[in-house]
């Protein structure tokens, strides 16, 4: 994997910042670009710009085939058994919103279970509770660990004949750990529940296999993967989409409409009105060309080097406190500076041209298991080098220096 060609890709990478040039470890939160994608966006709109599925002129032919052919790129990234099993959304905020609403709120009532972990971003805790909320439903959470991994014998112990549906974060944004999706998966079929995978951390840096893992529903984010904002899609098993009442209504999703009654069209095109982010899917199947260019087994083996790397490093500044497990983690690493607010650690750090990101990463419920109001994460991807880790660690240093001498 020759990471100074694949650099080469991203123009955007190429700049200073204040002065210094730029080292960008917010991946977690949205990646960057590279040329191939900004080209097949940019080469959409100037060439085959026009609404799918509805004019029979050459535009319009043109764009539904772009458009479909994203759709079986995402099907084949995934090994999803069809491309009709992918729907796209607007990324994995609204797919996890879709299963709650169009599945859960029918399914579950007094006396059922619907079960996630507190690791979960709030995409998939809030669609959660709502679902609860509005069903009967009562909402159980699968124990963490002390190094914030999950126990198998706590799977087993929360998920009861009365659960219907897991809800679990493949990789968390915040403590990097990889959970055991395929036997929590098995676990919740036991027990007659439903999978619901969020891998809004996981399919840009690892090989996914959705019959593999034996998942029911997954979802995730095309801008987290080198693809465009406002795109993402879920995957679902075909009986349990053809079970679902889409939530939205409107142009395209329709079948016939009456006065009184209206009927829909068949997966996943129910699931998709109005007019789609056409672009935007153009722009996914432009970046899962690039990623398997590359290779996820490549681009999970170089993540993983780098973040046993950073672990490694950051571990021998005084006063971190670094969160999460060492191994079994992706390429992030999360942590505190003794008496130096997060928010104080990414501002020095970008005024040396480094971008973390700083907060609660939309993770409340979690931070206050870790027993903070928010930390610093720096995130990596197929284009960091040791080199930014270096940097980093020195930032650092130097951010614990200069707040050591203001506090003194």
């Known amino acids: 994997m020759n990471i100074h060609a694949i650099r080469e890709e991203f123009p955007i990478l190429h700049q200073e910042i204040n002065g210094h040039p730029l080292v960008y470890l917010d991946s977690a939160a949205s990646?960057?670009?590279?040329?191939?994608?900004?080209?097949?966006?940019?080469r959409y709109y100037e060439l085959d710009n026009a609404n799918v599925h509805r004019g029979v002129h050459t535009l319009g032919s043109r764009a539904t085939d772009a458009y479909e052919g994203a759709r079986a790129k995402v099907a084949a990234f995934l090994n999803a058994e069809t491309p009709e099993q992918i729907i796209f959304t607007r990324g994995t905020t609204t797919a996890l919103n879709l299963v709650a609403s169009g599945y859960a709120r029918t399914v579950c009532g007094e006396g059922d279970e619907i079960v996630i972990t507190p690791m979960e971003h709030h995409s998939n805790l809030i669609p959660w509770q709502q679902a609860a909320k509005a069903t009967g439903a009562t909402l159980k959470y699968i124990p963490l660990q002390p190094d914030g991994t999950i126990s198998l014998a706590d799977v087993e112990n929360t998920i009861t004949p009365n659960t219907k549906v897991v809800s679990v974060t493949y990789v968390s944004n915040v403590l990097g750990v990889v959970n055991p999706i395929k036997d929590i998966a098995a676990i919740a079929h036991r027990n007659g529940a439903i999978m619901v995978v969020d891998g809004?951390?996981?399919t840009p840096h690892k090989r996914v296999d959705v019959q593999e893992l034996g998942v029911d529903f997954y979802a995730f984010s095309g801008h987290k993967m080198c693809g465009p904002t406002g795109i993402g899609a879920l995957y679902g098993k075909k009986d349990l989409l053809n079970g679902m009442e889409p939530i939205e209504f409107g142009g395209e999703m329709i079948d016939f409409v009456e006065l009184y009654d209206s009927t829909w069209k068949?997966?996943?095109?129910?699931?998709?009105?109005?007019?789609?982010?056409?672009?935007g899917a153009v722009g996914l199947g432009a970046a899962i060309d690039f990623l398997e260019s590359i290779g996820m087994d490549e681009i999970d083996r170089h993540e993983k080097q780098l973040a046993a790397y950073a672990y490694d490093k950051l571990s021998t500044i005084d006063g971190i406190t670094i969160f999460g497990p060492k191994e079994?983690?992706?390429?992030?690493?999360?942590?505190?500076?003794?008496?130096?607010h997060p928010h104080d650690v990414a501002t020095v750090l970008d005024s040396k041209g480094i971008a973390v990101r700083a907060g609660h990463h939309c993770c409340q419920p979690l931070m206050r298991w870790l027993n903070v109001s928010s930390t610093a994460r720096a995130s990596f991807y197929l284009y960091n080098t040791e080199e930014d880790i270096d940097r980093l660690t020195d930032g650092l240093i130097q951010t614990k220096e200069f707040f050591g001498h203001a506090i003194g």
Request: net charge neutral; proline share 7%; no cysteine.
């Open 266 to 279: 068949e997966i996943p095109y129910r699931f998709e009105g109005g007019t789609p982010m056409i672009a």
């Open 200 to 202: 809004a951390q996981s």
């Open 328 to 340: 079994n983690r992706v390429g992030l690493v999360t942590f505190n500076l003794d008496d130096v």
């Open 31 to 42: 990646s960057q670009k590279p040329r191939s994608v900004i080209d097949a966006v940019k």
